[in-house]
């Protein structure tokens, strides 16, 4: 099986998946990042009212294969 890297970051942070998971292929990875994406956005909110949550997936080569983004803005209604 193929084995797929996720990089997260968000503005502020930045990890770089050192493991992978083994995965069947492309399409399951692409699942695998979107799925992740409303959790990242729940563990952390949005300092400045708005931020950017962004999962690169790389392939066993190191290329980037897939990338996927989470928009979220909070606001007080005045």
Partial sequence: MPKFFFDIHDGEHYRRDQEGSELTDGEAARREALAVLPDIARDRSPGDNR????VD??????????????SLM????E
């Fill in 57 to 70: 997936v790389r392939d066993e080569t190191d290329r980037l294969v897939f990338t996927a983004t989470l």
């Fill in 74 to 77: 909070a606001r007080w209604i």
């Fill in 51 to 54: 931020r950017d949550f962004i």
